[in-house]
């Protein structure tokens, strides 16, 4: 049954998007529109996508990462995904094109050559959708990275499949987020820190509001089919958020099993790979900026205190205060830790 999408989608306001576009240079040629009632940001293109994305019928056996950008998705991608193929540590096939990236053609800069060219070879290329297209090509069981949230998914998502949800504390997210932001062309974002944390606090940032996405997420912790996690946690003590994630998923894998996932995922280990880390391939083929930092980058917890001034803080709590009902009840951590 194809159900009607339920939020309207409306363009940012005119003057808010040419302030906008000065600093993040990809949205001047698409705009950002915005999902009323939750606040949702994403580039136009979500648009066309929006109800595809609301009726997608996920599989019994599929399990989503779901997260606001930046928590740790790439992490616990790789972490399932490795779990449910036995352990397997693989080392040769990039992370991208074993665990799809659910709803990457509405995110996508479509003008850049080689999404253009696969435009020009598809009829309906908006509705086959390129991300789209790999989704469905991946064999079964699949593993897949969302950041949408649950509201703009199938409102059946639970009852067929599992979701694990990731979350940060918010203030390593934004600086995380700031570092993605410059690095990647999709959003081409030339700004400083204080900018950036300035739109962030605006939920003005693509697939924020970020207490929004969190709050759902929290909502659904004790539902049987989620498994809701923390960065902070799995930094604190990986093999007890494996226990939990194997027990979860029943993936039957032995403590030895569990080592060696924890070995093949832990930070360093990923920044050296290009399967994880595709950074240097990313520049070379226009997709990312030089000169910027890694894709996985630091991977610690109290980056924050680095880049949070007095002044930036007090916006920061401002922030915090207007979304006080959901801020208060999530028990972030903060704690600086200096090795990754
Ligand atoms: P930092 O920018 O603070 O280093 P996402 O995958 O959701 O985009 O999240 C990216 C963040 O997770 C980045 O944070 C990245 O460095 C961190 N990360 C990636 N792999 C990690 C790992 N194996 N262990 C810890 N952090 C990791």
Same mark, same amino acid.
């Given at each position: 049954?194809?159900?009607? #999408? ?30 009323? +009632? !939750? ?36 992490? =616990?991608?790789? *972490? ?5 193929? +036995? +352990?397997?540590?693989? !080392? !040769? ?9 659910? @709803? ?8 850049? %050559? ?29 593993? *897949?990275? =969302? ?14 499949? %599992? ?29 400083? #820190?204080?900018? #950036? ?10 697939? +924020?509001?970020?207490?929004?996405? *969190? ?14 996690? #923390?960065? @902070?946690?799995?930094? @604190? ?30 930070? !360093? ?28 980058? &630091? ?9 949070? =001034?007095?002044?930036?803080?007090? &916006? ?5 205060? %207007? ?9 972030? &951590? ?7």
């Amino acid at each position: 049954m194809e159900r009607t #999408f339920p939020y309207k989608i409306e363009p940012l306001e005119e003057e808010l998007m040419k302030e906008i576009e000065q600093k993040f240079l990809a949205y001047s040629c698409q705009g950002l529109v915005r999902v009323e +009632g !939750s606040g949702y940001v994403f580039p136009s293109t979500y648009a066309k996508y929006a109800s595809t994305y609301y009726n997608y019928q996920f599989k019994p056996d599929d399990v989503l990462v779901m997260t606001h950008p930046r928590c740790g998705t790439t992490w =616990t991608q790789e *972490i399932v995904w490795t779990m449910r193929n +036995g +352990g397997q540590l693989d !080392s !040769s096939t990039e992370l991208g094109v074993r665990s799809p990236f659910f @709803e990457f053609d509405s995110l996508e800069r479509y003008e850049l %050559k080689p999404m253009r060219e696969w435009m020009e070879k598809h009829e309906d290329p908006i509705k086959e959708g390129f991300y789209l297209n790999l989704m469905n090509s991946v064999s079964s069981p699949r593993t *897949i990275k =969302t950041h949408l949230p649950f509201s703009l998914l199938n409102p059946t998502l639970l009852d067929t499949s %599992k979701v694990i949800y990731v979350a940060r504390n918010p203030k390593d997210t934004c600086v995380s987020y700031y570092h993605q932001q410059r690095l990647v062309k999709v959003s081409d974002f030339q700004g400083s #820190f204080p900018e #950036f944390l300035d739109y962030f606090c605006r939920d003005l940032i693509t697939l +924020g509001p970020f207490w929004q996405h *969190i709050a759902e997420g929290w909502e659904k912790k004790d539902h049987p089919s989620v498994l809701f996690l #923390f960065y @902070e946690d799995m930094k @604190e003590d990986i093999i007890r958020e494996l226990r939990r994630i194997n027990k979860f998923l029943g993936t039957g894998l032995t403590d030895k099993q569990l080592q060696d996932v924890a070995e093949h995922t832990k930070f !360093s280990n990923m920044k050296a790979r290009p399967t994880t880390n595709p950074t240097k391939a990313c520049v070379e083929i226009g997709r990312f900026r030089e000169g910027e930092q890694d894709f996985v980058r &630091k991977g610690i917890t109290g980056d924050w205190s680095n880049y949070f =001034t007095p002044a930036l803080e007090e &916006k920061f709590q401002c922030w915090m205060e %207007k979304w006080k009902d959901m801020s208060q009840n999530i028990p972030f &951590k903060y704690n600086f830790e200096t090795v990754a």
